[in-house]
């Protein structure tokens, strides 16, 4: 298990015309912050239903999730939003969650395991029949300026992987998800198991994706 200390700059990619030879675009360092919420506020109680919740948002509005809640389904999230008015689905503790701070850059580089994750500030988004908990790219509709934060994401059932941002299917600049931050996300599989098991806890693809503040562990697979 490690603990995210840093963000993960993915890719930023342009789409040349055919026949055109050019360069991978160098990776870009930027900022992770939480963005404004510029619109409503929306409670997601425990027993409501999280898709239909989202689905009825509006881009710069805050889903705020009930901690120790527990979401069961395959959630599609691809509101495609702008600077200016992210959509949030955060937890209703997360001001509770502690942000890491290390004393060092020994430290913060170390691979050192990171104290495990207070479940109860946590609501859990899970899935029990083998698709991913979380999406974020859906025939061909990407998502756009996205903030996750003080989610607890599993699985009762092995997953190729828990949260993907990408669909392996993007062949244009356009089809990829843009802005999405995930912080103090604890992504997670089954300790152990020989049955249950997740190749992946994210798989990432798409411009200005980052992982920060995070908690991954059990993440592992017997088969090749």
Request: charge should be negative; aromatic fraction near 10%; charged fraction near 10%.
């Amino acid at each position: 298990m490690r603990l995210f200390k840093r963000s993960l700059v993915w890719f930023s990619l342009s789409a040349p015309a055919w026949g055109a030879a050019t360069n991978p675009t160098a990776p870009t360092t930027f900022t992770v912050s939480r963005p404004a919420v510029t619109g409503a506020t929306v409670t997601v109680a425990s027993g409501d239903n999280l898709q239909t919740k989202y689905n009825s948002a509006s881009c710069g509005d805050v889903l705020v999730v009930e901690a120790e809640a527990t979401f069961t389904g395959n959630f599609i999230f691809t509101k495609q939003c702008t600077d200016g008015n992210w959509l949030q689905i955060v937890s209703s503790s997360l001001a509770g969650i502690p942000v890491p701070v290390h004393g060092s850059a020994a430290e913060a580089n170390s691979n050192a395991p990171a104290t495990a994750p207070n479940t109860a500030l946590y609501p859990l988004i899970r899935s029990t029949n083998g698709a991913p908990p979380i999406v974020l790219t859906d025939s061909g509709v990407p998502a756009k300026y996205h903030y996750f934060a003080g989610l607890e994401v599993s699985s009762t059932v092995s997953q190729t992987y828990l949260i993907g941002v990408s669909d392996l299917a993007e062949t244009t600049a356009s089809q990829l998800a843009d802005r999405i931050y995930f912080d103090r996300v604890y992504a997670h599989g089954v300790a152990a198991s020989g049955s249950v098991q997740m190749v992946r806890a994210f798989l990432l693809g798409g411009s200005y994706v980052a992982v920060v503040n995070s908690y991954v562990s059990d993440i592992y697979s017997n088969s090749d």
